[in-house]
């Protein structure tokens, strides 16, 4: 009868295991320190990226067809009873407080996290509704939730009673992007167009930088 339980097995095993602790101990705390200097590893620096979608002519379009100008991005879907609606319309108000050279230099873009309802032709024509320049863009589900994805837009479907249409849960934010893709600022759900055409003209003036 064997006894695996006995002091004197116990003592080696332990010498052989303090060594192997140490030296998880030392990964643990390099890869946290790796972490912790991540560039844009942490908040907003992280938001936005490299896309690849499909506009209102069917085309395919990334982050680059975008190049050089600010773009003002806007996640949601086109039965959205109000909310997207609502953001949209704001959007649109602040634009046309501003100069015509201003909002030149502005892409207000609206993503559908929504393809499935959202083909080209929607997404595209309910975008000019709102404004006459803004690009409606759709995409495969993975183009979509990999654009989510990268400006850490939430999205899921939620189920209706009976025959009513699923709607869309989602994050109503407004992403303002420099002409070089970067995030720089962002409206959050409401914000009253005079304040969003404000910030708009203080970036654009230059008076204020990026984060
Ligand atoms: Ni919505």
């Given at each position: 009868?064997?006894?695996?339980g006995?002091?004197?097995?116990?003592?080696?095993s332990?010498k052989?295991?303090?060594?192997?602790?140490?030296?998880?101990v030392?990964?643990?705390?390099?890869?946290g320190?790796r972490?912790?200097?991540?560039?844009?590893?942490q908040?907003?620096a992280?938001i936005?990226?490299?896309?690849?979608?499909?506009?209102?002519?069917g085309?395919?379009?990334?982050?680059?067809?975008?190049?050089?100008?600010?773009?003002?991005?806007y996640?949601?879907?086109?039965?959205?009873?109000?909310?997207?609606?609502?953001?949209?319309s704001?959007?649109?108000?602040?634009?046309?407080?501003?100069?015509?050279?201003?909002?030149?230099?502005?892409?207000?873009?609206?993503?559908?996290?929504?393809?499935?309802?959202?083909?080209?032709?929607v997404?595209?024509?309910?975008?000019?509704a709102?404004?006459?320049?803004?690009?409606?863009?759709?995409?495969?589900t993975?183009?979509?939730?990999?654009?989510?994805?990268?400006?850490?837009?939430?999205?899921?479907?939620?189920?209706?009673?009976?025959?009513a249409?699923?709607l869309?849960?989602?994050?109503?934010?407004?992403?303002?992007?420099?002409?070089?893709g970067?995030?720089l600022?962002?409206?959050?759900?409401?914000?009253p167009?005079e304040?969003i055409?404000?910030i708009?003209?203080?970036?654009?003036?230059?008076?204020?930088?990026?984060?």
């Amino acid at each position: 009868m064997a006894k695996t339980g006995s002091p004197k097995k116990a003592a080696p095993s332990l010498k052989v295991l303090a060594p192997v602790l140490a030296i998880l101990v030392v990964v643990v705390v390099a890869i946290g320190a790796r972490l912790a200097f991540l560039p844009g590893g942490q908040g907003d620096a992280a938001i936005g990226g490299p896309f690849e979608l499909v506009n209102g002519q069917g085309e395919t379009v990334t982050e680059q067809d975008f190049a050089g100008k600010y773009m003002l991005v806007y996640f949601g879907y086109t039965y959205c009873p109000d909310v997207c609606p609502t953001s949209l319309s704001l959007t649109g108000a602040a634009l046309d407080m501003l100069t015509v050279e201003q909002r030149d230099q502005i892409a207000p873009i609206f993503i559908t996290v929504d393809p499935d309802r959202d083909t080209p032709d929607v997404v595209g024509a309910y975008a000019k509704a709102f404004y006459p320049s803004m690009v409606g863009l759709t995409g495969t589900t993975a183009q979509v939730a990999a654009a989510a994805r990268a400006y850490k837009v939430y999205f899921k479907k939620v189920e209706e009673e009976g025959d009513a249409p699923y709607l869309m849960d989602h994050s109503a934010i407004t992403y303002l992007m420099g002409p070089d893709g970067k995030f720089l600022t962002h409206f959050s759900h409401g914000t009253p167009p005079e304040k969003i055409a404000e910030i708009l003209g203080k970036y654009l003036s230059g008076s204020v930088k990026g984060s």
